[in-house]
C-alpha cells in the first residue's frame, strides 16, 4: 500500500462505503476501504485510501460532497 494514500476517515463505515463508492461510480478512481474499527467494541476509523497519483483529486471531491461531511 505504499502507492496508496488515505483521504478520508470515519467512526461510520456507511460513511466510509458511500465514500468509495462516490469515488469508484461517479469519477472512476479506484477506491478501497481499511476498517480499523475493533470488532467487539465497534470504536476506531474505517479509511478510504486512493492511488497516490489520485489523492489531490479525490481528496477535493470528497471534502466538497455535501453527504459525506
Known sequence: ???WKKIYES???I???LAKAFL???HNIDAVI???QDSSYLFG???VHVPLQDS???KFLVENEA???
Open 24 to 26: 469508484v461510480d461517479e
Open 45 to 47: 476509523l474505517c479509511e
Open 34 to 36: 481499511m476498517n480499523k
Open 15 to 17: 460513511k466510509a462505503q
Open 67 to 69: 453527504g459525506l461531511m
Open 11 to 13: 467512526t461510520s463505515p
Open 1 to 3: 500500500m505504499n502507492d
Open 56 to 58: 489531490v483529486l479525490a
